[in-house]
């Protein structure tokens, strides 16, 4: 049987945030589908058998038992997944449908005039952007001519994310308020106005993996890993918290589990907060720049910002990528080596925030919002900013020349310029460290609130 090839793709996060702010901004409709037994749409190319349904069975002429051979997949074969992929881009191509290629999971169709239709697909479920109701009705009629598709109307749900739209469609929000409700009942925490102000502290920074000896916490593995969904689609604020603990995902006992469960006190005072795409940036994101930088010009549509933490193995860093005021992509994370200077730790996370701005900017350029001008990427160290501006040398950053290289093709190519904020206006700095509740609900409110 042949396993080689069973991967599948799936809607890429930042591709389903920026295709919210490009509806937002464009005053798109939302609305989602479902494609019943999707699976069993996809046809395979091996022979593979499987033993008769029971209470199905037939035998051969002398009584043989006999097999069935799979003409189409099904559910529980590991072939299905790409075999749906593959049958679906089939139909959307025949259809007049473009395919992405940043995300084979994004597709385009343009209509008449400036009629334009985005699909984003997640296995069997379908987010469908429109500019007009005669675009939206046609393809969704094409598609239920090959599947059975049940519509959804305007989209309220999709990947456990609650989606809310007004009725001019000029303001998104999503949020996993549920999540959150559900994940404080299974671990007794009520919802209290009085929790934590931040996810932690600084006394997180002292946490040890587990010796051998010590019993480690059973559930403290699984809560984790949902707190990681929770981060990588709407809560950008427990980034540092969750990926610092993910730290000691096979490894932790009771202090990682208290930290663990302050996550969940800070989350049951911040249920309701959510990510908010509109057609401008936010007041506060402009106030902000203006005040703890030199920009003074009216803010572009994308921009990023970049930071890290020096000191220590491999010290925490992490970016924003924000798309007219909404977060479209954001990471928190170690850097992949140990810095030996703070210029050399800017840099290289600038390096990895700089490869997310590149497909950020491919991506809205599929959705018809092309990038012209250079994006900028706040970074708080100069020096950092001066080895990607011009060709200085130095021998303490020789060992990451191929990153200094990289970085400055992209800069003199205008893809980004990096420009200097201070620290205090640094809104990645809530991804490297804890901060205090002052500053780290300054930066929160930038890309989420109530």
Not at 18 to 26: E, M, P, Q, T
Not at 84 to 101: I, Y
Not at 228 to 239: G, K, Q, Y
Request: neutral net charge; aromatic residues 10%.
């Amino acid at each position: 049987m042949d396993y080689t090839f069973t991967y599948s793709n799936t809607i890429r996060h930042e591709t389903l945030r920026a295709l919210f702010a490009i509806a937002a901004h464009k005053r798109y409709r939302i609305t989602g589908g479902d494609i019943k037994t999707a699976y069993l749409h996809g046809r395979i190319s091996e022979a593979i058998y499987m033993r008769q349904p029971a209470m199905f069975e037939k035998t051969g002429k002398n009584g043989e038992r006999l097999v069935c051979k799979l003409n189409r997949s099904i559910y529980g074969l590991r072939q299905s997944g790409a075999c749906w992929e593959a049958k679906l881009a089939e139909v959307l191509t025949q259809l007049g449908l473009d395919r992405c290629d940043t995300d084979p999971c994004l597709w385009k169709l343009k209509g008449e005039g400036d009629q334009v239709l985005f699909l984003a697909i997640y296995v069997d479920d379908l987010v469908v952007v429109s500019s007009n109701p005669d675009i939206l009705k046609k393809t969704m009629d094409q598609l239920e001519q090959h599947f059975e598709v049940t519509g959804t109307g305007n989209l309220e749900w999709v990947l456990g994310m609650n989606i809310e739209q007004s009725e001019d469609f000029s303001r998104i929000s999503i949020d996993q308020k549920l999540f959150i409700r559900d994940l404080l009942l299974e671990y007794s925490i009520s919802a209290d106005e009085k929790g934590r102000a931040t996810p932690s502290d600084a006394s997180i920074l002292a946490l040890k993996p587990l010796p051998d000896d010590e019993e480690i916490e059973p559930k403290y593995q699984s809560l984790i890993g949902k707190l990681m969904w929770l981060t990588v689609l709407t809560r950008p604020d427990i980034a540092f918290t969750t990926a610092y603990l993910s730290r000691f995902a096979s490894k932790g006992g009771k202090m990682h589990m208290e930290h663990a469960i302050g996550v969940l006190k800070y989350l049951s005072r911040t249920t309701d907060y959510r990510i908010t795409y509109t057609s401008g940036h936010d007041d506060g994101l402009t106030n902000l720049i203006q005040s703890q930088s030199n920009f003074s010009q009216s803010l572009p549509e994308l921009l990023g910002f970049t930071d890290s933490s020096y000191g220590g193995e491999r010290p925490p860093a992490g970016y924003l990528i924000s798309f007219y005021g909404g977060p479209v992509s954001f990471a928190a994370y170690r850097l992949p080596l140990t810095p030996l200077s703070s210029a050399e730790a800017e840099y290289v996370a600038a390096t990895r925030a700089t490869t997310a701005i590149i497909a950020v900017r491919a991506i809205l350029d599929f959705l018809g919002q092309p990038q012209n001008e250079p994006t900028i990427i706040f970074c708080d160290n100069k020096a950092a900013i001066q080895l990607s501006d011009n060709d200085t040398s130095s021998k303490r950053m020789k060992h990451v020349a191929t990153r200094i290289a990289f970085l400055r093709e992209q800069v003199q190519s205008e893809k980004i310029m990096l420009y200097h904020i201070s620290t205090l206006g640094m809104c990645a700095d809530i991804f490297t460290k804890p901060l205090t509740a002052q500053l780290f609900h300054v930066f929160r409110s930038m890309f989420i609130w109530k």
